[in-house]
């Protein structure tokens, strides 16, 4: 059976209706879920599960007593070595979540390290996530770095510091960029955790609308991206370098990837006199 690890960001505290939407055709589906007990996003699923009349849930906690569990569902209690009430000692229920789901389904603030490690995890397990980004009320699939790279983009400089400081989220990254991910629920096939998954459990978890052309225009842009860095340029100079607007390369460093089609982000790269290879080869 399927399971969909549902968490988000303690600052939000009303789910919007998309998510909402989600999470009812999670449950129609008849999947199992995991949820944590912390206030804020962790609540507002409980409830939302609760609307929905959700009976296959489970209840994480660090400890022996969930700190929230509207419905009094099953308890998975984890046990933690780190200091109670600590960063570590919390997280201890959240890689366990990790490990014994399928898929993810996130709702993040943009700024919140909790979720954003709850994706990274996912992605260390080689397990797809779908996380909705609140500030822009949209999903986005991240099952690669390709994908964690575009998530990253809707980050301040501020939160991303923040990220630093408090996970290393540059270590975080470049142990994900070792790993070879799969852009298709298939590579995920010799993983012991889903041998029981159902080819509709990644149409009701994953936002259909996230297409292999999305991910293809989210690598180019991080490509440009880091070549603007690299060399010092500010927009302007990109800009003349590119042979675009100003504006474009503002959408392109604010990772406006639904602004660009993929011959305009090759052109763009050729201009720069970067090099785009395309390697085709069969799924499976």
Known sequence: MTTVFIAGSISISRLHEKVQERIGKIVSSDFDVV?????????????????YQAEKVTVYCTGDV????????PVYRVYSKAKAGSRAYFTAK????????????????????????????????????????????NFVTISDKTGLDHLLTFMSAH?????????GLSSMIAGIAQEQFSLDIAGNEHSPSM?????????????????????????????????????HLNQSQAA??????????????RGKADL???DALVNMAAAAGLRVEMHVRETG
């Open 195 to 231: 041998q029981g998954a159902t080819s509709g459990a990644t149409e009701v978890v994953e936002d259909n609308t996230h297409t292999e052309s999305m991910k293809l225009r989210s690598a180019l842009m991080s490509a440009l991206k880091e070549h603007i860095s690299r060399a």
């Open 35 to 51: 949820v944590g007990d912390a206030d804020g996003a962790d609540t507002s699923i409980q409830k939302c599960l609760h609307n």
């Open 94 to 137: 959240d890689l366990e979540m990790a490990r014994n789901s399928d898929y993810g389904l996130m709702i993040w603030d943009c700024k919140s390290t909790g979720t954003l490690s709850n994706v990274i995890e996912l992605l260390r397990e080689k397990k797809k996530s779908v996380v909705f980004v609140n500030k822009n009320k």
């Open 66 to 73: 969930p700190r929230n569990n509207v419905a009094e569902w």
């Open 240 to 253: 003349k370098l590119f042979r675009v607007t100003q504006p474009r390369i503002s959408d392109l460093t």
């Open 159 to 167: 939160a991303r510091a923040k990220a630093e400081e408090k996970i």
């Open 260 to 262: 660009f089609g993929l």
